[in-house]
């Protein structure tokens, strides 16, 4: 069979036609205001709708473009929303589809970490209709065309473990994102003042401080921050926005940020 997965929340998340959607990232890749960056090696990035988040994440994009033609690999780390499981799941799709063309998946790198036993699972389910990873996609397809992923979504584990294990896993080639909104529905003084601390939590490399903050994406952003500490990638904040800048309501917003490691 040949496995590849569908684009389950293309017209949601992000636009479901190929030129609109060609279109959108494009221009939000060109507002960004960060240049591309070669030395960057990981991101972090936000997951929610691009009329939410697209302007913060396509800062960490524009970042990671300075790899272009020199990319061998994007690993990606995310949250699983609606499925509960302990460990990090792996399935071997050969590619995964976006209304802009199919993302080949690094089944030999995957095949290696699910040798490697728990925390590495082979299980399906929890990349049905997940958007942590899938609305990340579009971006990679244009900042980086043509490189492939090895999409890993994270139930409860412990993310320095995690990192341990992909640590010789990374080549000087491969770049790391790690997908996560900052707090949710919290009135916007509150949410900005929550996020602040979060923000300084990872600036500061305290992956385990990290794992236990108001994120939804905190162990896999854990993973990316102790990868970082261990290989001497220095963080950088470079966008940091809430919903409430995009649609105006302030009562109940969802923090989103942009950060980049590298070693300069």
């Given amino acids: 069979m040949d496995l590849v997965r569908p684009a389950y929340v293309a017209g949601q998340f ?135 992923i090895l999409p890993l979504l994270f139930g409860e584990v412990d993310p320095l473990r995690v990192a341990e294990a992909l640590l010789p896993e990374l080549s000087p080639q491969d770049l790391v994102v790690a997908s996560s909104d900052l707090s949710h529905y919290h009135p916007d003084p509150v949410a900005r003042e929550r996020d602040r601390r979060t923000l300084e939590i990872a600036l500061s490399l305290d992956a385990e401080a990290l794992s236990r903050a108001e994120a939804c994406g905190r162990l896999p952003w854990a993973s990316l921050t102790a990868l970082a500490r261990e290989l001497g990638w220095r963080p950088r904040l470079l966008a940091y926005a809430t919903s409430a800048e995009a649609f105006g309501d302030r009562r109940r917003v969802v923090g989103y940020a942009a950060v980049a490691y590298g070693l300069d």
């Fill in 14 to 148: 992000y636009p479901g036609e190929r030129e609109a959607l060609l279109e959108e990232v494009a221009s939000l890749l060109k507002a960004a205001k960060t240049p591309p960056l070669p030395g960057v090696r990981g991101v972090l990035a936000p997951h929610a709708g691009y009329g939410y988040s697209g302007k913060v994440a396509a800062e960490s994009f524009k970042a990671l473009s300075g790899f272009r033609g020199q990319a061998q690999r994007v690993i990606l780390l995310g949250p699983s929303h609606f499925v509960p499981f302990l460990g990090v799941a792996f399935y071997p799709y050969r590619a995964w589809r976006t209304p802009l063309g199919e993302v080949a998946v690094d089944l030999e790198g995957g095949r290696r970490l699910l040798e490697l036993g728990f925390p590495f699972l082979r299980l399906e389910e929890p990349f049905f209709e997940e958007h942590s990873l899938e609305v990340l996609l579009p971006f990679l397809q244009v900042a980086l065309p043509g490189v492939p």
